[in-house]
């Protein structure tokens, strides 16, 4: 019996046996952590978004932490980044020592709002975290003059945006340190997993390190040279590693990548072409500098009469799975001690009136059609 029997799920990994059959290989290869399945798997990513150097790790969240610590974050240093995202953009902040300072997002493409960011920069900020939501590239040049004016430094999260493109270059080459994570939610999946994209060596050399430990020479180094290497402990780390197993998905993943975002293309075209004949219903804005990976698809509903509540439970009771948009992280009960008081009216906004959407390899048209008449009929009622 099908997971998701009589409904239409939100997303769905496309894994096949192709993917079985190379993790397979690493089972029976006797070396199943870290190893050269892990360095395959940077080598390929680095080469496709362009950027020198790549550090596999265990969760996106992990890669951010690495990347604030890298960058030079201490305690007490204020971070902006946007409130309509995942905790996990906060967390790697708050564990990194750093605080976060929550900007507002753009009212048509839902990242993060430069001007808001420059209005928030004072003498205790020292960087500013853009995260690239639901597969849109945020504005990372105006960030990037903000950073330049006032001696930032950036790091993206572009979790859910591998393979979408800012400016005709794709995102994790732009030159901060990027992450990406591999999270069955986002383009490609490994289960768990991320990866810490830079041009810069020396802090990727550091990345490596504090991901294993501390330690200075990797497992697989020592264990090719047959014992006689002895590595030190040169910091304090973490054991953020990738296994080879997870890489070996990761690699097949890479190889269907432009057919993924293809299909997901093809898919979010379909539903624009129909939702924009829907009154009450606006679909994804893809400002001219970017591609749209589609990672996500997410709508806004301006209905005065069906509100967005209404209209997920709807569509759920009619077997379409659908999600409300991002709550804002300040409204989470963490924060409510945590920080001061925020109201940021277009976040608000966003996570009152949007609405996630199935989308992924696979999903047929006779299923968007479905979801598009249940749309119709359930604004209706
Ligand atoms: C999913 C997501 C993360 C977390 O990724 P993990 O791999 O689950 O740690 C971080 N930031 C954003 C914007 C995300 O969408």
């Not at 952590?33 to 969760?59: D, H, L, M, R």
């Not at 810069?200 to 490596?208: G, I, T």
């Not at 993943?253 to 009450?280: F, M, P, S």
Request: proline share 5%; net charge neutral; glycine share 6%.
């Amino acid at each position: 019996m099908s997971l998701f029997e009589n409904q239409i799920p939100l997303l769905k990994p496309w894994l096949d046996e192709k993917e079985a059959a190379e993790v397979r290989k690493v089972i029976f290869s006797g070396w199943v952590s870290q190893g050269p399945k892990v360095i395959e798997f940077e080598k390929e990513v680095s080469k496709y978004v362009g950027a020198k150097f790549a550090v596999a790790t265990n969760s996106c969240t992990s890669a951010l932490h690495l990347s604030l610590i890298i960058s030079g974050v201490e305690a007490g240093d204020e971070v902006i980044c946007p409130a309509f995202t995942c905790m996990a953009t906060a967390d790697a902040i708050i564990h990194s020592g750093g605080i976060p300072i929550f900007a507002d997002i753009e009212p048509n493409t839902f990242n993060i709002d430069p001007d808001h960011v420059a209005e928030l920069v004072n003498e205790r900020t020292k960087a500013i975290m853009a995260v690239h939501q639901i597969g849109l590239p945020a504005d990372i040049d105006a960030l990037q003059k903000i950073a330049r004016q006032q001696g930032l430094f950036i790091v993206e999260d572009a979790a859910c945006t591998l393979g979408a493109k800012y400016k005709d270059r794709y995102v994790g080459g732009l030159g901060n340190p990027t992450c990406f994570s591999f999270h069955p939610r986002k383009t490609i999946t490994t289960g768990e997993g991320g990866m810490l994209l830079t041009n810069d060596e020396e802090k990727a050399e550091r990345a490596r390190i504090l991901r294993s430990h501390g330690a200075s020479i990797s497992d697989l180094v020592r264990h090719k040279a047959l014992g006689c290497l002895q590595h030190e402990y040169v910091a304090a780390g973490f054991n953020y590693r990738m296994t080879d197993m997870q890489a070996a998905i990761g690699l097949v993943q890479l190889k269907k990548i432009e057919k993924i975002i293809q299909q997901r293309l093809e898919q979010a075209q379909y539903y624009n072409e129909q939702l924009t004949k829907i009154e009450d219903i606006k679909p994804p804005f893809v400002p001219k500098y970017a591609t749209h990976a589609y990672t996500s698809y997410l709508i806004t509903v301006e209905s005065s009469k069906v509100d967005r509540d209404t209209l997920l439970t709807r569509l759920t009771e009619k077997g379409v799975s659908c999600r409300r948009g991002i709550q804002p992280l300040y409204k989470e009960p963490y924060f409510h001690t945590a920080l001061g008081k925020y109201e940021l009216p277009r976040t608000e906004y966003a996570a009152h009136n949007t609405l996630f959407l199935p989308i992924f390899p696979g999903l047929q048209k006779s299923q968007q059609d479905y979801i598009i008449k249940s749309i119709k009929d359930s604004l209706k009622m």
